[in-house]
C-alpha cells in the first residue's frame, strides 16, 4: 500500500480522521464541506461518499482542493490568483504555499514564478518567493 499523504505530522491541519492521514493523494476525495451525502461512519470515525469513497470535508486543512480523485479518477491541479497589488504578493504567496499539500508546492511554485515575470515583469520571482517562503512576506515592499 502506498504511503499516507500525511504521515506522523502532528502538526498537520489535517483532522485526526481525515482519510488523508491513511490513503496517499488519489486515494480519498475531498468534498468541500460535510454533507448528508457523506456522513459519519461511527464504527471507523470516518466519512465515505455512497459508493464508499473515503472523503474528506475540509479542503482548507488538508490542503488540497475540492476534487474527486479518488472516484472519477480526477486529476490533481492547482491555480493561483495573485493579488493586484505587488505590496501583498509575499503574504499571499506564504499563506498559499504554507496551507498547500506539500504533493502541491512544485506546481505552486512554478506557477508562481511564470505568474509573476507576466503581471510582474519589474520584479524578481525568486525574491518574492524567497521573501513568501521565509517569513519576510510582512515587511515593506516586495
Known amino acids: 500500500m502506498a504511503e499516507a499523504f500525511v504521515n506522523g505530522d502532528v502538526l498537520h491541519r489535517a483532522c485526526g480522521i481525515c482519510p488523508s492521514r491513511r490513503f496517499p493523494v488519489g486515494g480519498f476525495d475531498v468534498w468541500e464541506r460535510p454533507t448528508k451525502e457523506c456522513p459519519f461512519h461511527a464504527d471507523d470515525g470516518h466519512r465515505y461518499a455512497p459508493d464508499g469513497t473515503p472523503v474528506c470535508v475540509h479542503p482548507e486543512r488538508v490542503g488540497l482542493p475540492v476534487g474527486a480523485y479518488r472516484s472519477e479518477g480526477a486529476p490533481l491541479t492547482v491555480s493561483l490568483a495573485l493579488p493586484p497589488d505587488p505590496s501583498a504578493l509575499a503574504a499571499y504567496l506564504h499563506d498559499v ?36 517562503l521565509s517569513g519576510d512576506a510582512w515587511t515593506s515592499g516586495n
Open 97 to 132: 504555499l504554507y496551507g498547500a499539500a506539500p504533493v502541491l508546492l512544485d506546481a505552486l511554485i512554478a506557477q508562481a514564478a511564470e505568474e509573476i515575470r507576466i503581471h510582474f515583469p519589474d520584479l524578481e520571482p525568486t525574491e518574492v518567493l524567497r521573501r513568501a
